[in-house]
């Protein structure tokens, strides 16, 4: 008997989790997507608080309203995004924003362009919706940034939405401000909509993080607290948009995980209206691993880009399924890039959300294989 769904047997188990569980306990774990630092203090205490006053009960479909309201006001001062409260929606982390979104406005007759090489998820949400996906090529040649031109040349007549992810992963590759204001104005002419996946908005060096919805009503912003705040096993994120997109996903939403915990939502409050100095420093700390495991690839042969976003680099190997079996052997789990679309088959992910001591000690192994 054929147990999954037609739609649903067609999917594909995460590769990026087969790279863990072939991890021994002595290797240095470079597949990881998620912040190593432990979630600041002032945050965990935040949850205990109203874990003691016994917020355990369910908050509004939408969220709760004073973590709304902060949403609201975020995104106004960092992103120039003028919504209200009412307009978001707290969800179980990026990937359940990024998941009702698509659900509810994709339907199989639809296209829906994504990148590549990007985030694994984005395809198989968009066959999980029984649609087709596009991908955006994105060049090296350009550090893998999206362009206009890219997105132009995909699109469709069938397309409804796109995907982007800046800063993205597995690239670590950030937008320019005229390519995001220029899809922008394509997706208000040419009526798609532009998910806009800024989970990594925080984690950027020396650039400035634009957003889709600042220049079109046609954008949902999808972010999230794992990445900023290092909390990604406590699982909130949150989409914004006009009132009429925001109807539709509340519907997937509402159905399916009705809403998400009450006391994590006081604590995800007390992250974005306390000081933001902890997300400066874990950023900081990023930038110092980013800039070790860039020169020591580079001096060792290996062709890579200095990204600008994110905590992950994408390098260049004559043969990357080959240069990730002997880094297993070497103790070193990495991804190849293939993982993330056609585009990546000439590159591996690593991904320095790891300690310092730990990247170095990485880097001495790779350098006997490169
Ligand atoms: C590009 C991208 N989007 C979304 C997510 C999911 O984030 P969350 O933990 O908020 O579900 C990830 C996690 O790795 C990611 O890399």
Redesign the pocket.
């Known amino acids: 008997m054929n147990y999954g769904s037609e739609r649903v047997s067609k999917i594909n188990l995460s590769q990026v989790r087969k790279m863990f569980e072939q991890a021994s306990p002595s290797a240095i774990n470079l597949a990881l997507?998620?912040p190593d630092f432990d979630t600041p203090k002032h945050i965990l205490d935040s949850l205990k608080c109203a874990l003691d006053e016994n917020r355990t009960h369910y908050s509004q479909n939408k969220g709760e309203p004073v973590l709304r309201e902060s949403i609201a006001k975020k995104l106004d001062k960092d992103n120039d995004i003028k919504v209200s409260s009412d307009d978001v929606i707290v969800?179980?982390?990026?990937?359940?924003?990024?998941y009702s979104s698509i659900q509810a406005l994709i339907d199989p007759k639809d296209d829906v362009l994504i990148p590549d090489p990007?985030?694994l998820?984005y395809a198989e949400c968009v066959r999980l919706a029984g649609a087709n996906s596009i991908p955006v090529k994105s060049s090296s040649e350009n550090g893998f940034k999206t362009t206009v031109e890219d997105v132009e040349n995909a699109l469709t007549e069938n397309t409804k939405a796109i995907v982007i992810?800046s800063p993205?992963?597995?690239t670590g590759a950030v937008m320019e401000k005229e390519d995001i204001k220029a899809i922008s104005d394509l997706a208000t002419d040419k009526e798609f909509i532009v998910l806009s996946?800024e989970?990594?908005e925080k984690i950027i060096y020396d650039k400035k993080h634009y957003s889709f919805q600042t220049y079109t009503d046609n954008a949902v912003t999808?972010?999230?607290?794992?990445?900023a705040y290092a909390m990604?096993g406590l699982?909130?994120?949150y989409c914004a948009s006009n009132p009429d997109i925001i109807e539709e996903i509340l519907k997937v939403h509402q159905y399916n995980v009705a809403c998400i915990d009450t006391a994590t939502q006081v604590a995800c409050n007390t992250a974005l209206t306390s000081s933001q100095d902890c997300v400066k420093e874990m950023t900081n700390e990023f930038k110092k691993r980013r800039d070790l495991v860039v020169n020591s690839l580079n001096n060792m042969g290996l062709d890579c880009i200095m990204p600008d976003g994110?905590f992950y680099v994408f390098f260049r190997a004559d043969n990357p399924e080959e240069f990730v079996k002997k880094a297993v052997k070497e103790d070193v789990i990495l991804v190849p890039g293939g993982a993330f679309g056609e585009e990546g088959k000439e590159f591996i992910r690593l991904s320095y959300a790891q300690s310092y001591d730990n990247l170095a000690e990485a880097m001495k192994r790779l350098e006997k294989i490169a």
Not at 91 to 98: C, I, K, P, Q
Not at 222 to 227: A, E, L, T, V, Y
């Open positions: 997507g998620e969800t179980v982390g990026a990937s359940e924003a990024l990007g985030f998820s992810n993205c992963n597995p996946d989970i990594y999808i972010n999230g607290f794992s990445k990604t699982r909130v994120g994110a």
